[in-house]
């Protein structure tokens, strides 16, 4: 774990978000080409967390800074229902709306099920291309690396206090 916050088991293989800004990732591999599925499920409106892919290993002895490096130099794939830009303060942003790869490519569609239940991202990244999948309906593809790494840890984001989005059936093929 990086940063504020952590993961609690819930349900028996459920894994749900407390407090953040953090991220959850498993140092041992680095992932270059693959398919990630997972499930989520947010609790209220919000909510917010992403699935960060390909970024380089982070500390864990600072956590007001030791995540950042994932979300300078790593990719996110966003889980925000009401697009927040924290730039601007703006809500239905398509550049931070749920499916987008945040800041770098938006959010073609909302294909989001209803607040609490549960939704299904596929995720392909196969050399610069990186695609997007909600509830199986294309949502984002970016097709340039934009300076970022082709290989990296995969990782689940812990974003703010009071957030709970839960993860669960997570699973990964390298290509």
Not at 17 to 31: R, S
């Amino acid at each position: 774990m990086a940063g504020f916050g952590r993961f609690n088991l819930v349900e028996g293989a459920v894994l749900e978000t407390e407090g953040g800004p953090g991220l959850l990732w498993y140092t041992q591999e680095e992932f270059a080409d693959f398919v990630l599925t997972v499930d989520w499920r947010v609790s209220g409106i919000e909510d917010n967390s992403g699935v960060f892919l390909r970024f380089l290993a982070l500390g864990s002895s600072n956590p007001t800074t030791d995540w950042q490096l994932a979300v300078e130099q790593g990719y996110e794939v966003q889980i925000d229902e009401r697009g927040l830009d924290p730039e601007t303060n703006t809500l239905g942003s398509p550049y931070h709306q749920t499916g987008a790869i945040y800041k770098l490519a938006p959010a073609l569609k909302q294909a989001s099920l209803p607040i609490g239940q549960w939704n299904a991202f596929e995720i392909v990244a196969e050399g610069s291309t990186i695609t997007v999948k909600l509830n199986k309906e294309l949502v984002s593809n970016l097709t340039e690396s934009r300076g970022r790494p082709a290989k990296g840890h995969l990782g689940l984001q812990t974003h703010h206090a009071g957030a709970r989005v839960q993860f669960r059936n997570l699973q990964i093929k390298r290509l």
